[in-house]
């Protein structure tokens, strides 16, 4: 069974760092994109950065101050967050579009849990 597995997130002070890393475990053929997404309380579930091969996105708020990559050997994606601010608080949830075995084989959609980062003095 695919999962996402994320870990990183914690309390930090604002102006610090914190690295967040999402893991795919189980047997996958291929990544399309992968990426994160965050939602603070109250609020929807927003963008924050995509990497598929030759393109990374990233949402206007956290452009500059965080950096998206990947390992491909080993299936996993960081999320390396500078400068933070009291409002990139909130859950973060690594996102995969994989192509996994089945019949015939498929693309399909995975989250991860959430990992709960808070920026505060």
């Known amino acids: 069974q695919v999962q996402l597995v994320e870990s990183g997130g914690g309390l930090v002070q604002p102006g610090g760092s914190l690295r967040l890393s999402c893991a795919v475990s189980?047997?996958?053929?291929?990544?399309?994109?992968m990426g994160w997404y965050r939602q603070a309380p109250g609020k929807d579930r927003q963008l924050v950065a995509t990497?598929?091969?030759?393109?990374?996105v990233y949402a206007d708020s956290v452009k500059g101050r965080f950096n998206i990559s990947s390992d491909d050997a080993k299936n996993t994606v960081y999320l390396q967050m500078n400068s933070l601010k009291p409002e990139d608080t909130a859950v973060y949830y690594c996102?995969?579009?994989?192509?996994?075995?089945?019949?015939?084989?498929?693309?399909?959609?995975?989250w991860g849990k959430g990992t709960l980062v808070t920026v505060s003095s």
């Open positions: 990497i598929t091969s030759g393109n990374i």
């Open positions: 189980g047997t996958i053929f291929s990544i399309g994109v």
């Open positions: 996102y995969g579009n994989l192509r996994v075995p089945g019949v015939g084989a498929y693309w399909a959609q995975y």
